[in-house]
């Protein structure tokens, strides 16, 4: 299956160079794309193996459009921004080939007599809807997956295989939660009392918006009083961790095994790096992005870059800068008693 170049820039914009009617059937990479595929150039540094794809179109800037100028004999889709086109045009051929799991209960599922199912979701094998719950049009509850009492699952909202989603939490439409993750886990709350630890119940929800995907095993830790709170168009990899009570805004995306401590609250259109760790009950402005592996041990209340860890560096050498660092209050101390030394000296030969 496969659509015309015209009826793709018809769907998506862009200005067409080349022949409409030509067919493609879907997206390849610039080295590997055929006579039937689109490739996308969105660095300009790979701009010599688009000049030499195969490919039947380019998705592409002006300037690299320019600048290829005739080395690439195929057709061209000219755009500000080729990798959002690319992303869009992956999404429609995707769906062209998506086979989608039939609406109905599989025999092997465990539906609750009060558990509200709409007739188009579709509910896997060994699947468990507890009471109360709500299953909403066109959802997919994968095989396996366990959907609590009184939770919520909202329209189109993809539950794949074997994840837990925890009584009374909430989802809002067109969220996909990959395999493994498990939403709305107790918070990690404890009042120490002679060094004995006492659980504290967590009686908070999960409340997660619209168009959030979760990668597998991420956990999402339900709140102590209050919801933890995943606002609308969040993006969440794989093996992340998010603390209870934590409030994260609208469009944020975090990296793989990103840690977040409860009670943080980090705003919108934030983005964090790699196995990133957020401390907990600090606040992050909106639109702060976080270098992967940094320690956030401080609020930060304006937007921007911000990078904490050490450069990477062969094994002595760090271990030479080290302890030059735990020197550093001698050294400094040092120092000052020289500049005062100094400063003596200078009085006494100016008398």
């Not at 998506?12 to 493609?24: I, R, S, Y």
């Not at 599989?106 to 199912?117: K, L, N, R």
């Not at 659980?199 to 009083?225: C, E, F, H, M």
């Amino acid at each position: 299956m496969g659509t015309r170049l015209g009826a793709l820039v018809e769907r998506f914009g862009g200005q067409l160079a080349g022949e409409p009617n030509l067919e493609v059937t879907g997206i390849a990479p610039l080295t590997d794309a055929g006579a039937s595929h689109i490739s996308f150039l969105s660095n300009s540094k790979f701009r010599a193996q688009a000049a030499s794809s195969g490919a039947a179109a380019l998705i592409l800037t002006p300037a690299d459009n320019a600048l290829i100028g005739d080395e690439y004999a195929g057709a061209r889709i000219v755009t500000p921004n080729p990798y959002v086109y690319f992303a869009r045009a992956a999404q429609f051929f995707a769906a062209l080939h998506e086979i989608k799991p039939a609406a109905g209960i599989h025999a092997s599922a465990v539906v609750d007599a009060g558990a509200q199912v709409d007739a188009s979701a579709s509910i896997g094998a060994n699947a468990v809807i507890e009471a109360g719950a709500t299953i909403g049009a066109g959802c997919v509850i994968g095989p396996g997956c366990v959907v609590g009492r009184d939770a919520v699952i909202g329209a189109a909202t993809q539950l794949l295989a074997n994840v837990t989603f925890h009584a009374r939490c909430v989802i809002g439409q067109r969220g996909i939660i990959h395999s493994g993750a498990v939403i709305g886990t107790d918070g990690f709350g404890f009042a120490n009392e002679g060094g004995v630890y006492i659980k504290i119940p967590q009686t908070g929800r999960v409340v997660i918006g619209d168009d959030v995907d979760i990668g597998a095993n991420t956990t999402i830790d339900r709140g102590a009083l209050a919801d933890t709170v995943i606002e609308d168009g969040v993006k969440l990899d794989n093996q992340i961790q998010i603390g209870h009570n934590c409030h994260i805004g609208a469009h944020t995306a975090m990296a793989g095994c990103v840690g977040v401590a409860g009670s943080a609250i980090i705003g919108k259109y934030c983005t964090f790096g790699g196995a990133a760790m957020v401390l907990g009950h600090l606040t992050i402005a909106d639109k702060v992005h976080v270098s992967s592996g940094s320690m956030v041990s401080r609020s930060i209340l304006e937007p921007g870059q911000y990078t904490g860890f050490y450069p990477l560096a062969k094994n002595a050498d760090w271990e030479k800068s080290a302890a030059i660092v735990r020197n550093l209050s001698s050294m400094r101390e040092k120092l000052r008693a020289l500049e005062k030394t100094i400063k003596t000296l200078t009085k006494q030969d100016e008398k």
